[in-house]
């Protein structure tokens, strides 16, 4: 019965970014050192929801009122 409560708490959590669009329409992702990068492969990867959440609600109380943040589910680069 506990391994069942135990597993029912786990849940996945694919890796995330906190990306935003700056004045409406240029996208920019969070860095790790809390500033915007127009580069996405600065991004901070958030591999964990608590972690991704209190980023993604710092990144809104310093983004302007213009700004449309959000998490964005992290995909891994394809080499062509």
């Given at each position: ?5 135990r ?6 959590f ?11 329409d240029r ?54």
């Amino acid at each position: 019965m506990q391994e069942m409560l135990r597993s029912a708490m786990i849940t996945n959590f694919a890796p995330h970014v906190v990306a935003a669009l700056k004045d409406g329409d240029r996208p920019v992702w969070l860095t790790p050192d809390d500033r915007w990068s127009a580069d996405p492969r600065e991004a901070e990867i958030l591999n964990e929801e608590g972690h991704a959440t209190v980023q993604l609600l710092e990144a809104r109380s310093f983004a302007g009122p213009a700004d449309f943040v959000r998490l964005v589910q992290h995909s891994q680069p394809t080499d062509a």
